[in-house]
């Protein structure tokens, strides 16, 4: 069982940045994939990045290349989302998530364990 618990989210303007950071329970973190989804209020769950268990395979969707950086540190069990140039369709509750062997690191159903979720919110 893994507990995550996400933080850094909050108000900022447009163009502006954002650092969400994931702590988790578990020693064994290190043998997790780590994934970051949003939800926009009325829209469907949607998937921002992934990075695999040692960092050597990392994922953005399309709308967030080039603006946000994953990143982790099995040290002190840790995944982190640098978010830049953000804008307003960036506004969302953003959860981590957590998963041994997702078939796929997009996909939010490949996931099991997920935190309470942090708001973003970006003015314009």
């Known amino acids: 069982q893994v507990e995550l618990v996400e933080s850094g989210g909050g108000l900022v303007e447009s163009g502006g940045s954002l650092r969400l950071s994931c702590a988790a329970s578990d020693r064994t973190f290190s043998n997790y994939h780590m994934g970051w989804f949003r939800q926009a209020p009325g829209k469907e769950l949607e998937f921002v990045a992934a990075i695999t268990w040692k960092g050597g395979n990392i994922r953005y969707a399309d709308p967030v290349k080039g603006r946000f950086l994953i990143s982790r540190d099995n040290g002190v069990n840790r995944v982190s989302l640098q978010m830049n140039s953000l804008k307003p369709e960036d506004t969302a509750v953003y959860y981590c998530?957590?998963?041994?062997?997702?078939?796929?690191?997009?996909?939010?159903?490949?996931?099991?364990?997920w935190g309470q979720g942090t708001q973003v919110t970006v003015s314009s």
């Open positions: 998530a957590a998963d041994n062997h997702p078939a796929d690191l997009s996909a939010a159903s490949e996931y099991t364990y």
